[in-house]
């Protein structure tokens, strides 16, 4: 074991204590990837959904609001397609269990990314006219966050 003394003098602490600035993202082609990448969509649903970022966006914001809406669209799958308390003690219909320690891969659709932005006050809500879906975006929820 290594004593305080030795690591203090090896800067071991310091080694971990690292901060990489990244610039935000603003190009919808970048965002796309990210969206591929994390989310898991394909070409033509990535460059849809990055319509839906508006401005430059950070990543450690994208990162995090995928994973909220992510766990969002998770949850309404499982409460909105069981219809009775038994689905919900099992986890899902088939009896499987959701919650078996396995890590749970992060998968937005663009209408699960775009409620959750919708739920923020980021878009609103469908036109009655069917008019093009981005409304005024009330709050911009990525302009004032930290990378």
Known sequence: ALSADVMQALEVSSAFNVTLHVQ??????DKASVLQAVAGMGPEEAAQAAQLLPGPVPIKTLLQMLEMASAAQNFNAIVGDNQDKDNLDTGGADGSAHCDGSAPSTHVSVSGMRSYLRSLGALSPPPQSG???????LPNPFASSPN
Do not use: D
């Open 24 to 29: 935000p993202i603003e190009r919808a082609a």
């Open 131 to 137: 008019g093009r879906e981005l409304g005024n975006r």
